[in-house]
C-alpha cells in the first residue's frame, strides 16, 4: 500500500507526523482519544492544538475537540520540537544537481530526526539551508558514523536512486582504524598484521527492536551455503514468507596501513566493503576479529550511556560511493574529503 502523502507542508525542515487513530472505541472524540494517549505529556497543550485546528484529517480538514471518533482514520500534526543545542560539527556539500545532494556528514550528526535530534540533524539542516523540503535521504548512516550521504532532490526521480541501493546497485567502501597489538607487528608490510588480510567475514546478525546493539546468532553447519550477497532476492513486490538460513551478513577486510597515531598507539587503518547492510555490520565484524573500530561505545562491550565526547568520535568513515547512473547512464564515483583523526602517522 502507498505511503499517504501529509496534507500538511514541512515545516522548519520537519515533516508534519501521522497518527493512526481507531474508528469505534471507548472514546466519544478523536480529541479524548488522543488526550488518554499522550494527555500525560502535555494534556493543555493537546486541546490548544485541537482548538486552534493545527491538527488535521488525511485531507487537510482541521479537527475540533468536538469531532466524534470514527470521523477520520488517521491525523497530522506538528510535534513539539525539543529545544536542541547546537552540534559544534559540520556537513559539507560535495556535489549536487537537479537531482542528487551528496553530502559529507560529520560524526555525531543523525541524517535524519530521531529521539532528541531534529533540527540537530543532516535532512533537516539541509533542508532549511537548500530551501528545499523535498530532500530525502537515499540512505542513512549511523550518528557516530561520518562520510558520504546521497539525498534526492525530486521526487519525480527519486525512485530511480532508492532502487540502486534496493538492487545493491551501489558499491561502497568504509574506512576504519582499530588498535593493533604490539605483538601483532613491527610495522613490516609482511608482518603478522598483514599476514591475516584480506579476508571476508561471514555471519547471522540479529536486530531486536528496542535491543540497541546487533547480536551475532550461531546457525547449523549445513545452512552455511552460498555467500549471503549472491542469494536470489525475493521478486519485486513480494516478500519472503520463510528466513533465510544461514548467514545473513557479508563484509571484506582489508588492511592498508599500520603504524603509530598521534597518541603513540599502534593502529591499523583498515578498508571495509560490505557486501550487505545489517544494522552496525561493520561494527560487529570488526569486534569479532577482536579489532573493534576505536571509540566504539557499542562493540564490543556496550557502554554505558553518556555525553558525548567530541575528542573521541568512532573511527569509521563512509568513504567511497559508485554507481551508474540511472537517468543518464554516466558512471558516479563520490569520495568522502574526511579524515579518520586516529589514524597512523605515514612512516
Same mark, same amino acid.
Given at each position: ?27 466519544? /472524540? ?38 466524534? *471518533? ?9 510535534? /513539539? ?8 560539527? %559540520? ?29 540537530? /540533524? ?33 521526487? %519525480?526521480?527519486?525512485?530511480?536512486? %532508492? ?92 588492511? *592498508? ?91
Amino acid at each position: 500500500m502507498a505511503e499517504q502523502t501529509s496534507p500538511l507542508p514541512v515545516r522548519n525542515g520537519v515533516n508534519a507526523t501521522r497518527l493512526r487513530v481507531p474508528t469505534t472505541g471507548p472514546w466519544a /472524540t478523536v480529541h479524548e482519544y488522543v488526550q488518554q494517549r499522550f494527555g500525560h505529556l502535555d494534556p493543555a497543550g493537546i486541546t490548544r492544538r485541537f482548538t486552534a485546528g493545527e491538527v488535521v484529517d488525511g485531507a487537510g480538514r482541521p479537527l475540533s475537540p468536538e469531532d466524534p *471518533l470514527g470521523s477520520c482514520s488517521v491525523i497530522w500534526y506538528y510535534r /513539539t520540537l525539543p529545544d536542541e543545542p547546537q552540534l559544534p560539527v %559540520q556537513e559539507e556539500i560535495l556535489y549536487e544537481d537537479e537531482h542528487l545532494v551528496v553530502a559529507d556528514k560529520p560524526h555525531f550528526l543523525p541524517t535524519t530526526p530521531a529521539g532528541r535530534y531534529v533540527q540537530q /540533524t543532516l535532512l533537516v539542516r539541509l533542508r532549511n539551508r537548500l530551501n528545499n523540503p523535498d530532500l530525502v535521504p537515499i540512505h542513512r548512516l549511523d550518528r557516530g558514523t561520518a562520510g558520504l550521504v546521497l539525498l534526492a532532490k525530486n521526487p %519525480q526521480t527519486r525512485g530511480k536512486y %532508492q532502487l540502486l541501493f534496493e538492487n545493491r546497485q551501489v558499491e561502497k567502501s568504509y574506512e576504519c582504524i582499530s588498535r593493533l597489538s604490539p605483538a601483532a607487528s613491527d610495522l613490516d608490510p609482511d608482518a603478522a598484521a598483514h599476514a591475516r588480510f584480506p579476508l571476508v567475514v561471514r555471519n547471522r546478525l540479529e536486530k531486536t527492536k528496542g535491543i540497541v546493539i546487533t547480536q551475532s546468532v550461531p546457525y547449523d553447519v549445513e545452512d552455511s551455503g552460498r555467500r549471503p550477497h549472491e542469494r536470489r532476492r525475493a521478486a519485486r513486490g513480494k516478500r519472503r514468507t520463510q528466513a533465510v538460513p544461514g548467514a545473513n551478513s557479508s563484509s571484506r577486510v582489508e588492511l *592498508l596501513e599500520t603504524g603509530k597515531n598521534h597518541h603513540g598507539q599502534l593502529t591499523g587503518l583498515f578498508r571495509l566493503t560490505p557486501h550487505t547492510g545489517k544494522t552496525h555490520q561493520l561494527r560487529v565484524h570488526m569486534a569479532l576479529l577482536g579489532l573493534g573500530i576505536m571509540h566504539d561505545r557499542f562493540y564490543p562491550v556496550l557502554e554505558s550511556d553518556g555525553p558525548d565526547d567530541f575528542g573521541e568520535p568512532l573511527q569509521l568513515l563512509a568513504k567511497s560511493l559508485s554507481f551508474i547512473d540511472p537517468l543518464t547512464g554516466e558512471e558516479r564515483q563520490f569520495t568522502s574529503a574526511r579524515k579518520l583523526v586516529e589514524a597512523p602517522n605515514p612512516h
